[in-house]
């Protein structure tokens, strides 16, 4: 076996992959760089939509304020709206992934 032959058949192949996934990691880096403040702000929106759901006193969502010094185990986001009630998100409970949303009356 020549030295030529082994590069041809065993090293090259090998570099050039390697080259090839190096250049596609760095394009789906950047691509993510671009979309994911994009898809946070959509799933914002969304989790706003669905406050605005359960809520029947809030109109649309930018009448909700978000909380952000809460301390309870367990929730991931509050929001409330002035004189008409908080909602919370709880998302999981002895292990187990749930998408709820609690109404309270506090005013």
Do not use: H
Request: glycine share 4%; charged share 15%.
């Amino acid at each position: 076996m020549n030295k030529n032959s082994s590069w041809e058949t065993s090293v090259k192949p090998v570099v050039v992959l390697s080259v090839i996934a190096l250049i596609v990691s760095l394009l789906l880096a950047m691509v993510n760089s671009f979309t994911a403040p994009i898809i946070e702000e959509n799933q914002k929106a969304a989790t706003l939509a669905a406050y605005v759901d359960v809520m029947p006193t809030v109109s649309s969502a930018s009448d909700l304020e978000e909380v952000t010094d809460y301390t309870t185990e367990n929730v991931t986001g509050v929001v409330k709206a002035e004189g008409k009630g908080t909602a919370y998100v709880s998302t999981t409970y002895n292990g187990v992934t749930y998408q709820c949303i609690v109404r309270c009356n506090i005013k």
